[in-house]
Each structure stands twice: as C-alpha cells, then as structure tokens.
C-alpha cells in the first residue's frame, strides 16, 4: 500500500548515507553499483555530476523525493531539483513508486547538502519486496549522521511535543542527547494516550537536518507504519507528581546523579 506525506515538514530534509567501506573509482554511466560503493566518491567527483546508477528497495517517500536502501547503504532521490535542472520530465514521484518497491535509477550524483544525493533521469520499477530489518540503535553512528538514509530502531524519552497537519512532531532523548521524530498521517492517527514522558521505541527513516555549511545538526526520524512506534513506558498522569528538587541544589555535589521519574 502507499504510504503517502502529508506532513509540511517532509519538504524540509534531507540527504543520505554512507557505508563503511573503501574508496570507489569513478563510475562508468550505465553501469550498476552498490549504493554504499556510490556514497565513498571523492568530493572533487561528485563536483563533476558523474551519472550513475543504483538499484535499492524505497523506504520512504514523498510527493518530491524518496528514499532507497540495499545492503550497503541509503540514498536520497531528489526528484524536485531534478525538475528544476530540467533532466526530469515527471510531475514529482512516480506514483508506482511505493515503500517497498525496488526501483533502479539513473542519474546524476551531487554533493548536495549533507551527503550526496541523485537527481534522477530515468526510474525503473523492478519488483516489490520486503523492507529492510531496522539497524540497531549505536549512538555514535547515530548521532554522527552514519545511518541516515537507513531504518534505524532507536528508544528514547519524549521531551516535547508538537501537531502540525495533524501529525506529531516529537522531541525525543537518549544517552543524554535529542532527536527528532515526525509522525505520518497514519502513525499519527495511532497516537491515543499523552506522549510527554512516555518512553518510546521508535522505527524510522533517518534523516539528517543540515546547516548553510552542509553540517550535521540534527537527526530526524520519519515514521510513517503505525506499527513503527510502540510505547514501551506510559506517560505518568500528572508530570508534577515527583518529588521537589529546589532549582540552587541542581548543580551541587551528589553521590549519585540525579535522575528524573
């Protein structure tokens, strides 16, 4: 089935992955590589928007751009700056282009924001598959940017919530540090008890939310499958229900460090 965007914040993204292995030679157009083998291309490459093509099953989507991943990494489709450069001649994403469909695209690589991206000429379905199992959660990929463009299984605290177009937009903590995590229409819709709180085991599309300097400043993670978010630990019913801390004692020696309930 598709899952479709309808979240504002979807247009505001972006961009994908790399995978750890060696240097790659430049590509030969026409010729099939491994995402991963595509994302190691030196930069002084990538400025020259070698074509190439990839092949990966979509996990994402959205009327502008999707997301593709195969054993070695993820990629990032921008079908609107294709538009743009005039080397796309459809109205957005493919609609036959589906979470879960395997797609082959050819196109033109670029450095884009964060990490590179393709401006596609050409898309073919090949087939429909399984999505990939999530990665476990490893703080130092995470947070350094090494799994976006990838299913990523994280769980954290909600520090803050927000609706916008109908979907939850959450602010989530782990080990200490934030992330983001947007909700879909239809996972939105799954959402029936206060998040505030709640611990959460979060299923989602990493992605990346860059500066003006192609710098990593935050992770966000597109859910899109009611089933990708499960509460592990309820909210409580009233946030102001634990124990008094005077706000001077916060910086002050403790034996053991002082934990929020």
């Known amino acids: 089935m598709r899952m479709k965007w309808t979240c504002a914040t979807a247009v505001a993204i972006i961009l994908c992955c790399r995978a750890g292995i060696g240097p790659a030679a430049p590509p030969t157009s026409g010729e099939l590589r491994p995402i991963g083998e595509v994302l190691e291309l030196p930069l002084e490459v990538l400025e020259t928007t070698p074509t190439v ?10 009327d502008w751009s999707f997301v593709m991943q195969d054993d070695t990494g993820g990629m990032y ?38 990490s590179p991206a393709i401006l596609p000429r050409a898309i073919r379905i090949i087939e429909q598959a399984a999505l990939p199992p999530p990665k476990p959660f490893e703080a130092e990929r995470f947070f350094s940017g090494a799994d976006v463009c990838h299913i990523v299984q994280v769980t954290g605290v909600v520090r803050g919530v927000s609706v916008e177009d109908h979907c939850y937009r959450l602010t989530a903590e782990t080990q200490g540090r934030t992330f983001e995590a947007t909700l879909g229409e239809l996972a939105s819709e799954k959402v029936t008890e206060p998040l ?27 859910i899109d499958h009611p089933e990708w978010l499960t509460v592990v630990t309820p ?3 009233d946030p102001f229900a634990g124990p008094f801390v005077p706000l001077a004692s916060l910086g002050r020696f403790r034996r053991e460090p002082l934990r929020a309930t």
């Open 235 to 237: 909210a409580g019913d």
């Open 196 to 222: 505030l709180d709640a611990v959460i085991q979060f299923t989602g599309v990493a992605m990346p939310v860059y500066n003006t300097r192609g710098e990593l400043v935050q992770i966000r993670l597109y």
């Open 53 to 62: 093509t990839v092949r990966g099953v979509t996990i994402w989507r959205s």
């Open 77 to 114: 489709v921008d079908v609107q700056r294709a538009v743009e450069a005039g080397i796309w001649a459809g109205q957005g994403t493919p609609d036959e282009v589906e979470v879960g469909t395997v797609v082959e695209v050819e196109g033109d690589l670029t450095p884009a924001g964060f």
